[in-house]
């Protein structure tokens, strides 16, 4: 891992080379205590594109591939999710989401919340934040 050192006390934190860097301040990654803590994730690729004119499955297929890297980057994994929290713009997307989330994530079955919310940074159409166990 690449990420920042504390003490045992806190939480690691860590930003992986396969995300682009922080837009803001916060790390994409943050582990404590067992659990894994995934920031929100746009639809921005790993040299930093912001995909906000993509249609909406192709931010979705990209924010989810976001996740699994972070997840992967702190030792865990799509099985190890415990929860998801998605935010969509439109709660017309919500099928679509639903069709391409069960394939990303397979057998697992996280507890999980779809959140319709009026506008995401960037005019981003999706965001999602995730929390799994190392």
């Known amino acids: 891992m690449s990420g920042s050192q504390h003490d045992s006390h806190l939480p690691h934190t860590e ?5 682009s860097k922080p837009g803001g301040h916060y790390s994409h990654v943050a582990i404590a205590n067992g659990f894994v803590f995934v920031s929100g994730q746009l639809p921005i690729t790993a040299q930093g594109d912001k995909l906000s004119e993509a249609s ?13 890297a972070a997840l992967e980057s702190a030792g865990s994994s799509i099985a190890q ?9 439109d709660v017309e997307h919500w099928m679509s989401f639903n ?7 397979g ?5 999980r919340a779809v959140v319709p919310v009026p506008q ?15």
Do not use: D, S
């Open 15 to 19: 930003n992986p080379a396969t995300l």
């Open 56 to 68: 909406f499955e192709v931010q979705a297929e990209q924010v989810l591939a976001n996740v699994r």
């Open 81 to 89: 999710l415990v929860q998801v929290r998605v935010y969509i713009v």
């Open 99 to 105: 069709q391409i989330y069960a394939r990303w994530a």
């Open 107 to 111: 057998e697992a079955r996280p507890a």
């Open 120 to 134: 995401l940074h960037y005019g981003f159409k999706i965001e999602v934040e995730a929390t799994a166990l190392v």
